[in-house]
C-alpha cells in the first residue's frame, strides 16, 4: 500500500504534533534552568548562569550522583548475569512451568512501584537489615532482570542454532561454544540491555525512596527532597538538564549497536 | 530439546583438544549429557532472586495486611492476626471511590496514548526515510532518559496559575487549569509514558512485511480497510505490550497526582498509610493493584504481548 500525498501530510503533521508535545516540557525545564528568579513564572525574568555554579558547588549532588552510579551499575551487573542465565535457560529449553516464569521476570516491572517498594521495605525491615546503599542494589536489580532478559531472549530468538552446532560437530564442547559463539553474538544485545537497565536503575525514583532509608539519597531522591523546598528548584532544573545532555550519548549508543531489539526493554 | 547439548559431538571423555582440560570445560563436559542439571543450574540463580526478595517481599506484604494495629498507639504488632484493615477498605466508600478514580484515569491513559502513539509510529516505520527514522527513535527514546520527577515538576509549572499554559492561552481569553484538576493527571500521565507506548508500535509496524498491505490494496481495499482488517489485528500483540506499561505505571503513581491535580490514587493511599506507620490498611489497599494487574498480564499474555515487550 502506498500512502496517498495527503495521508502522508496528515501523518507527518501529527507525528510534529506529538514530537513537539515530548518536548515542550523538556524545553520549559531548559529555559528555566538559566532563569534568574527562583520562581518558576512564565515569561522568564532574566538570564543568569549563577545556578550552575551553584549545581557544582554543592555537596549533596555530588554524593548523590556518585550513590547513583554505583547502585545503578551494581543493579546492572546482577541484573545482567541472571538475565541472562535466565534468558538461555528459557529459550534454549522446553519445560513444565517456563510460561509461569517469563510470567514472574515480568511481575517486578508490571506491578506499581509503590507495592514492590512497601514490599521489599517491609522485608528488609521484618528481617532487620539495615537500609542503605545494599538495600537500594537489591531493589532496583530486582526490577532491572527483566530488562536484560527482553533484550538476551529477543536477540537469542533470532540468532540460528547452526553455528552452535557446527562448534559442537568441530569438537568444543558447551563451555567453548558458549564463550566462541554464543556470548559474542549476544554481545550488542547485553550492552544495550545494560544501558537500558542503567537508565532505569538510575531513574528509579519510588522503589529507591522506600529502599534508602533516611542516610542514603539517590539523584532522584535528592531530587525529591529537594522539590520540597522552592529555594532549590533552579537548581534541580541545572541537574536535569545536564542529566539529559548526558543521556544522549548512551541512547545514541544505543540505538548504533541495534537497540532496536526489544521495544522498550523494559 | 536439549538445548545446546551438542549434536554428534565426540563421546564423553575423548577429547579432540590437545593438552590440559580446564576445569571449567570439565564441568561444560559433564554437564553436557544432563541438560535437566543444566537447566536448573540455569535457573537457580535467577528464579532463587525473583522467588527469595520478590515473592517473598510479596507474601511479607501480604502478611502485613492481617497484622493487628493497636487502636490507640498505632504499633502494630507483627504476627498477631486482625482483619481490622479490610474491615476498614470495604466499609468506608472513599477507598472504592479512589479505586474507580485510579483505575479510570488509568484506562483513559492508555487509550490517550495508543491514540497519539499510532499516527507517529506509522509515519517512522512506513513512511520516514531511513535516516529520519533513526533520528525519531533517537528523538522518542530521549525523554525517557530525562529524569522522571523533572519531567512531572516541569508539567506542574506549565499548569500552574502564572505558568506557560495560562500565558499561552491569555491572548484568547481563557485562563489556565490551575492544579487542581483531575484532568491534570490524565495529561501528565499521559505524557510521561507515551514513549512506552510509541516504541512497542513502532517495533510492530516494521515487522509487518509491506507485501502484505499490497496484497491487500490489490485485493481492492482502501487505506481505511486495511488498517482495520490487515494492519490492526497484526499490531494487537504491541498495542498490548505498550498498554502494560501505560497501564500499570498509571495505576501505581502517586507522584503526579499529588504535583498536578491534588488528588488521591491508589499509590496516594498505600504511601500516606505507610509513611503514618499504618501498615495493615497500606499492605491490604496493595493487594488491589496487584489483583488487578496480575488479571491484566494473564490476558495481556494471551494475546502475545510478552513476546512484544
Known amino acids: 500500500m502506498v500512502e496517498s500525498p495527503l495521508a502522508r501530510a496528515l501523518l507527518r503533521i501529527a507525528s510534529a504534533l506529538v514530537l513537539s508535545f515530548l518536548y515542550l516540557p523538556l524545553a520549559i525545564l531548559a529555559v528555566y534552568a538559566f532563569n534568574e528568579s527562583r520562581i518558576m513564572a512564565w515569561p522568564p525574568t532574566g538570564f543568569t548562569l549563577h545556578w550552575f555554579a551553584d549545581a557544582a558547588a554543592n555537596p549533596a549532588i555530588r554524593s548523590a550522583l556518585l550513590n547513583s552510579l554505583v547502585t545503578a551499575g551494581a543493579a546492572t551487573a546482577i541484573a545482567l548475569v541472571l538475565g541472562t542465565l535466565a534468558a538461555l535457560a528459557i529459550q534454549r529449553n522446553r519445560f513444565f512451568g517456563r510460561e509461569s516464569i517469563s510470567f514472574l521476570f515480568i511481575l517486578p516491572i508490571a506491578l506499581p512501584g509503590v507495592v514492590t517498594g512497601i514490599a521489599l521495605q517491609s522485608t528488609f525491615k521484618l528481617l532487620g537489615a539495615d537500609l542503605g546503599l545494599l538495600t537500594v542494589i537489591v531493589g532496583q536489580a530486582t526490577f532491572c532482570i527483566v530488562v536484560a532478559y527482553n533484550n538476551v531472549v529477543a536477540r537469542l530468538r533470532r540468532l540460528p542454532r547452526s553455528p552452535e552446532e557446527a562448534s559442537a560437530d568441530l569438537g568444543a564442547d558447551s563451555w567453548t561454544t558458549f564463550r566462541r559463539i554464543t556470548l559474542p553474538a549476544m554481545r550488542t544485545a547485553l550492552l544495550s540491555g545494560a544501558l537500558l537497565a542503567f537508565a532505569l536503575a538510575f531513574d528509579e525514583v519510588i522503589v529507591t525512596l522506600f529502599t534508602a532509608g533516611a542516610g542514603t539519597q539517590t539523584i532522584p531522591v535528592w531530587i525529591y527532597t529537594a522539590m520540597q523546598r522552592p529555594n532549590e528548584l533552579p537548581v534541580v532544573n541545572v541537574v536535569a538538564l545536564v542529566l539529559v545532555l548526558f543521556s544522549i550519548a548512551p541512547v545514541y549508543l544505543a540505538q548504533r549497536i541495534g537497540g532496536g531489539e526489544t521495544a522498550t526493554g523494559r | ?309
Open chain 2, 1 to 309: 530439546m536439549d538445548g545446546e547439548a551438542p549434536r554428534g559431538a565426540t563421546p564423553r571423555g575423548a577429547s579432540l583438544t590437545v593438552g590440559p582440560v580446564s576445569p571449567a570445560r570439565r564441568v561444560a563436559r559433564w554437564l553436557a549429557t544432563r541438560p535437566r542439571t543444566r537447566l536448573a543450574l540455569l535457573l537457580s540463580g535467577p528464579l532463587g532472586w525473583l522467588a527469595l526478595v520478590y515473592l517473598g517481599s510479596l507474601f511479607v506484604l501480604l502478611l502485613n495486611a492481617f497484622w493487628a494495629k493497636d487502636a490507640f498507639t498505632g504499633k502494630v504488632t507483627p504476627f498477631a492476626w486482625d482483619l481490622a484493615a479490610f474491615g476498614e477498605l470495604l466499609g468506608n466508600p472513599v477507598y472504592r471511590t479512589i479505586a474507580l478514580r485510579t483505575i479510570g484515569i488509568a484506562a483513559a491513559v492508555t487509550v490517550t496514548d495508543a491514540l497519539l502513539a499510532l499516527p507517529i509510529a506509522y509515519y517512522m516505520a512506513r513512511v520516514a526515510s531511513p535516516r529520519r527514522r533513526r533520528a525519531l527513535v533517537i528523538a522518542v527514546l530521549m525523554p525517557l532518559w530525562a529524569a522522571y520527577l523533572v519531567k512531572a515538576y516541569a508539567w506542574r509549572t506549565i499548569l500552574q496559575g502564572n505558568g506557560f499554559l495560562s500565558w499561552a492561552l491569555s491572548p484568547l481569553g481563557i485562563e489556565g487549569p490551575g492544579l487542581d484538576e483531575l484532568q491534570n493527571a490524565w495529561i501528565v500521565l499521559s505524557y510521561l509514558w507515551l514513549p512506552y507506548m510509541i516504541l512497542p508500535i513502532y517495533a510492530g509496524l516494521e515487522r509487518i512485511p509491506g507485501s502484505l498491505l499490497e496484497a491487500s490494496s490489490d485485493l481492492g481495499a482502501g487505506a481505511a480497510t486495511t488498517f482495520r482488517r490487515v494492519i490492526f489485528p497484526l499490531l494487537v500483540p504491541s498495542l498490548v505490550a505498550g498498554s502494560i506499561f501505560t497501564f500499570s505505571l498509571s495505576l501505581g503513581d502517586y507522584i503526579v497526582p499529588d504535583l498536578v491535580a491534588d488528588a488521591k490514587f491508589i499509590g496516594n493511599v498505600i504511601y500516606d498509610n505507610s509513611s503514618l506507620g499504618n501498615f495493615p490498611l497500606a499492605a491490604g489497599y496493595s493487594i488491589l493493584p496487584i489483583a488487578v494487574m496480575v488479571c491484566y498480564l494473564l490476558v495481556a499474555r494471551r494475546t502475545g504481548a510478552f513476546e512484544s515487550l
